[in-house]
Structure formats: C-alpha cells, structure tokens
C-alpha cells in the first residue's frame, strides 16, 4: 500500500510520510529518554548551557587541525548553519598559538543560481560566512593556505578531488527543519519513487552535486537567515553528498534548538537509534554510519506538548 502524501509539499518525500506510530513515539520522548538513545557508534551528548555547547564545537575543529602533517594532512568539513562556532575557533587559534596551516577545511555546501554557485558577494554566500566569521580572523601567520580550503562549486570536479590523499577527521553540521544535513534534502515523488522512497543504499551514492530544495528548507533558511523573506532564498544548492560523508571519520551533529524544533530532534534521534534508516528522513540514514555523535544543548530540547500561543 503506497505511503501517504506529504501534509507540507504533496510532489515530496519528507516525515510527515512516516507511519504515525514512530513519530508518536518521537514526540513522547523525554530528554531523559533522548540522552538514553546512545548505542555502539550513536553517542547521544547533553551541554547544560550555550557557552559550553559552542566551545565544544569549535574545540572539534582544533582537534582535528591538530592531527594534520604534511605527510598525512586531516581536515574537517563543517556548515553554515550553526555558525556560532566559528569566531570561537579564530580566537582559539589565536590565544592558544595553534598551528593549523597543514589543516585542511571542506565547506559543506553553497547556493546555486542559473546553474552556477553564488558569488561571495552575495548576502546568503556560505563561503562569505566561512571567510568573514572565522578564517579572515585567524592571523596569517597560523592560517593555512587556501589552497587547503575547499569550497563546493557547480562544478564539483576541483571539490570532489580534494577529497582524495586527505583524511576528513570530522564531519561537523545541523539539522534542518526537514531533517537534512547539509543540502540533503529528501527527494521528489516522482517517476520510479511517485509510491516509495528512493532506497537507503540508493541514496548513499549519491555525492557532491547540485540539488533542488525542499520547500521546508527554503522557509527555514528564510527564517533563519533572511527575517522571514522567502523570496530572497535560492532554490538549488551545492551539496555535500553522503559519499563524502561516509570518508569522515565521524559525523558530529549539533542541536541548539534553532534549526530544527523539539520534534524533529527527537525524531531523528530515535531513528538513528533505533537503526532505521528511511530517506524521506535523511538524518536517519545516519544510522547506518559508524561513527555518529549528537549534541544538545538543554535548553533547546524542549517538548512537544499541545500549547496554543
């Protein structure tokens, strides 16, 4: 029997397909029962307050910075989306007189307009966001070179081979409203998946590439990021694909109960938990990595109660 329609965007996949049973189980979730989800390879985090959330994310860029040699160069690629971290990981670097010009960065995604990425003199460009918040304020003398930051273009070639003799250590990002990370959106329902969504092990080869988003994404970057203004927002993007993301070492999820609400973190928390990985939730695929990390900050959980405001 086919899988009901989406209740956001009838032409998608998205969770509002799933079967009602899981996502009342999701939204039942205490944030004693969330913590209680870690398993081999999913580790489930608590941070009790803001300033301890983001410095341990920016500590993660630091760590595998660190590792980094000429003979066996290790990188980390990271989002926009939190960004909270990013100054942190300049003033780091700096107070602390860390070296990290053998580190290597890999932006995980940009926007796309007419077929060609955004040029850094655009408002939303992620690479601005990169340079401005975080690389721009690291002194020179520590900073690596750019040729050792890797930025997704259109054109993935230059992206996809400097991935090639690098070690990604860390693959660092959020969670969007539609349960993404980076630009992986749930796909369309269309042609061979119009009744099913694509399979997991599908999805999984998918790599770099240019996508078309999810109108839940479009809302939430213009809430995010624009003060609500929908029509500034593109609707493609370049994305990091899940076969980058299965070279990183270890995938490190960070939920400040921003980008995506008290639902939608214990949804995917339960899913990867329990193993069960379904592409019209595309964090959940995540169960099937190795190596995964969620971190909460407590404030942020919240619940799911009924309220009407």
């Given amino acids: 029997m086919p899988r009901k329609p989406s209740q956001i965007a009838p032409d998608w996949w998205d969770y509002t397909t799933l079967d009602a049973s899981l996502v009342r189980e999701a939204a039942a979730l205490t944030p ?15 941070y009790d307050t803001l ?35 990013l100054p942190l990981v300049a003033r780091l670097v700096n107070s602390l007189d860390v070296d990290i010009r053998h580190g290597h960065f890999w932006g995980m995604d940009e926007w796309c307009v007419d077929g060609k990425e955004v040029d850094v003199s655009h408002p939303l460009s992620f690479e601005r966001a990169d340079r401005e918040l975080c690389f721009n304020r690291i002194a020179r003398s520590r900073r690596m070179p750019e040729e050792h930051l890797h930025f997704p273009k259109a054109d993935t070639r230059d992206f996809l081979g400097s991935w090639e003799g690098v070690r990604c250590a860390l693959m660092q990002g959020g969670q969007g409203d539609v349960k993404h990370w980076a630009f992986n959106d749930p796909p369309r329902r269309r042609g061979p998946h119009r009744h099913e969504p694509p399979s997991p092990e599908k999805y999984l080869k998918l ?34 694909g899940p076969r980058e993301t299965w070279k990183a070492d270890k995938v490190s999820i960070w939920h400040a109960g921003t980008h995506d609400n008290p639902f939608g973190q214990r949804l995917t928390t339960l899913m990867i938990s329990k193993g069960l990985a379904d592409t019209a939730v595309p964090m959940s695929l995540l169960a099937l990595h190795p190596n995964v990390q969620f971190n909460f900050y407590v404030g942020g959980i919240g619940h799911c109660d009924i309220e009407m405001h």
Avoid at 36 to 46: E, I, N, T
Avoid at 61 to 78: E, F, H, M, Q, R
């Fill in 51 to 85: 300033e301890d959330f983001y410095l341990a994310e920016a500590l993660e860029y630091l760590d595998a910075w660190k590792a980094s040699t000429p003979d066996n160069p290790v990188g980390i690629c990271g989002p926009i989306g939190p960004t909270e971290q």
């Fill in 207 to 240: 790599g770099t590439r240019v996508v078309e988003l999810h109108p839940l994404t479009i809302a939430q970057n213009a809430r995010t990021s624009g003060g609500g203004n929908i029509s500034m927002v593109p609707t493609q993007a370049i994305t990091v």
């Fill in 32 to 46: 004693r029962q969330l913590k209680g989800l870690s398993r081999p390879g999913f580790k489930v985090v608590f």
